[in-house]
């Protein structure tokens, strides 16, 4: 985008502290490839080598963002999660904790698409006249990287970056996603009333392993859970935080090898094992174990365990949800509390058996909103105290002041009703409120089973999934597909979900929706039905409809589309 004249006239007063020449100076150092960026749902993420440009990018955005905030400390996580070890990416972390603002994005790809030096420089003209930054004020930048090799170099570009606004920064090296989230928060809250913790690692680790050990005093220990790490940066971390739960907790970690980065992620990890359906390899389960695998940089967390039959059983983000509004629900209940309603939110992934579950057996408020953290969020802070994942288990439960207040107000009138409410004071202490956490989640699910001495079959219990199949199919140009009704209706192409309304009329129990990923240039296909071979059939064919519509497939058409 060029700047118009007015914007260059009004905005040129407040340009005095963008120092041109170091701008060009440093800009020169990170050119710019011959590729299309996009700011998506988890930022921008694809392979390392790419990225040098863009890193260098975001620190201007962050300082911009910092200073039109005034000078509240903004967060840069470069991590690239689940995907293969050779991607990289960076998202941006807003003052409380939560992802960067929606209209934000847009600038991020804007600025990052910029040709030349000059181009990079209009831009930053336009957004200061535009959303009338004080570039007098100053830029709080705090940042950290997962695992990745590449991290270390894309760690240069983003100081270079913050260099051009002379944005002050810290960097915390190694970290989970999460952490960075909760250090962001913290130190936007320190000495106020808001106060989120100690603003370090040792304080995030201090604050949940203390609030853990209230929640399960005097209960008899479970098995050690065996957890995967995915070989990412959750295996250093979790053995750090084991020092401070100590004997409160017993794990086994497997798949904790950083040093042999080509296998981060590899055969491991929620997501493989969430779209797999089957346990990571490094993981020998036999049917009395309880086993859980963390993404690559532990933000999500699934569960799984081996029925007698040696049958695979994934216990998602669906079930977490479900468990952790039960819980708290009974909790609330058992404390006397009687204003504070809990609801839950999910996206259409959700199987539909959850949502019955929570909508006719829990009784609660179920919203459905698109895909992607931010919205999951946003939504859940509309409750007293909402609970939200997805169902690739990213998730966390949001306790809203007013909630908080009864809770930390509320004595109980017996001793159960008092130990109801201490166990949901540790509770909103040790769920993260600003973003899914793996290590956070891991401690509320071991909580709850050790509460009721439940092993995860009994868990499973609360409902039986329908069977669900995820197909991608490529297509030419994914952008020409619009969703509506969080992302559970097409209204482009013309005329494509009436075809899939008529083709999921013939299958019971049937469901399934079409959208554009935000991530890979694809177009993804979600069905559930009855039984697993109706499910199969139900996804192929829809996404043999979705290959052929307007002959947009591209390649060769998957010989399963039906
Ligand atoms: C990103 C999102 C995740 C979402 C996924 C969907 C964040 C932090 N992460 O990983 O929530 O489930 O994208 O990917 O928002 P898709 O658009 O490719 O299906
Ligand atoms: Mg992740």
Avoid at 202 to 217: F, N, P
Avoid at 261 to 286: E, H, I, W, Y
Avoid at 518 to 531: H, L, N, P, Q, S
Wanted: charged fraction near 20%; charge should be negative; aromatic fraction near 8%.
């Amino acid at each position: 985008m060029l700047l118009s004249e007015q914007n260059r006239t009004s905005s040129s007063v407040n340009m005095a502290s963008v120092n041109v020449l170091s701008l060009n100076t440093l800009s020169d150092l990170h050119p710019k490839p011959d590729t299309t960026f996009t700011y998506g749902t988890a930022g921008f993420r694809m392979k390392a080598d790419l990225l040098d440009s863009v890193i260098f990018r975001t620190g201007i955005i962050a300082a911009l963002r910092s200073k039109k905030l005034g000078g509240k400390v903004i967060g840069v996580m470069i991590t690239a999660s689940h995907n293969p070890a050779a991607d990289n990416g960076v998202k941006l972390v807003d003052p409380m904790g939560e992802m960067l603002e929606g209209s934000w994005e847009a600038h991020a790809t804007a600025l990052s698409n910029a040709q030349t030096n000059e181009q990079v420089l209009d831009y930053i003209h336009v957004m200061v006249s535009s959303l009338k930054i004080d570039l007098t004020n100053p830029a709080n930048v705090v940042y950290g990287r997962d695992t990745r090799p590449s991290g270390e170099a894309l760690v240069s570009a983003l100081e270079d970056g913050l260099k051009v606004l002379g944005a002050q920064s810290t960097d915390y090296g190694i970290l989970t996603t999460p952490q960075l989230h909760y250090l962001t928060r913290c130190l936007n809250t320190v000495n106020t009333p808001e106060s989120y913790g100690e603003p370090t690692v040792e304080g995030y680790y201090k604050k949940l392993a203390a609030a853990y050990k209230v929640l399960v005093e005097g209960k008899p220990k479970l098995s050690p859970v065996i957890l995967d790490c995915a070989n990412g940066v959750g295996a250093p971390k979790f053995k750090e935080f084991m020092n401070f739960l100590g004997d409160s907790f017993a794990v086994k970690i497997v798949n904790d090898d950083i040093e042999n980065s080509s296998k981060l992620n590899l055969n491991s990890g929620a997501d493989f094992v969430k779209t797999g359906q089957r346990a990571p390899v490094g993981l020998k389960m036999t049917p009395q174990d309880r086993c859980a695998s963390f993404d690559g940089d532990a933000d999500r967390i699934v569960y799984y365990y081996m029925d007698e039959d040696n049958t695979f059983k994934l216990l998602d983000g669906d079930k977490i949800a479900g468990l952790a509004a039960m819980f708290i629900i009974d909790l609330v209940k058992a404390a006397g509390i009687d204003n504070i309603s809990v609801g839950v939110v999910q996206t259409a992934y959700a199987n539909g058996a959850s949502t019955q579950y929570l909508r006719n057996t829990l009784n609660v408020p179920v919203s459905c909103v698109s895909t992607g953290v931010k919205h999951l969020h946003h939504e859940a802070l509309k409750y007293d105290v909402g609970v939200y994942f997805e169902a690739n288990g990213h998730g966390t439960v949001v306790f809203s002041p007013t909630a908080l207040k009864t809770i930390y107000s509320t004595e109980g009138s017996s001793p159960a009703q008092a130990s109801a409410v201490r166990s949901l004071r540790a509770l909103s202490e040790v769920i993260n409120q600003t973003v899914g956490d793996a290590f956070s989640d891991l401690l509320l699910v071991e909580t709850i089973l050790t509460q009721r001495q439940w092993t995860p079959k009994i868990w499973d219990q609360a409902y039986s999934d329908l069977p669900n199949r995820l197909v991608k199919v490529v297509v030419k140009e994914r952008s020409i597909f619009k969703t509506v009704d969080a992302e559970r209706k097409l209204v482009e192409p013309a005329g494509l979900q009436d075809a899939i309304d008529a083709i999921v009329l013939k299958f019971r129990d049937g469901r399934s929706f079409v959208r554009p990923s935000g991530t890979e240039d694809v177009v993804r296909v979600y069905a559930e039905a009855a039984t697993r071979p109706e499910t199969d059939e139900l996804a192929f064919r829809i996404g043999g409809l979705v290959f052929d519509f307007n002959s947009n497939g591209s390649g060769t058409r998957p010989r399963e589309f039906i």
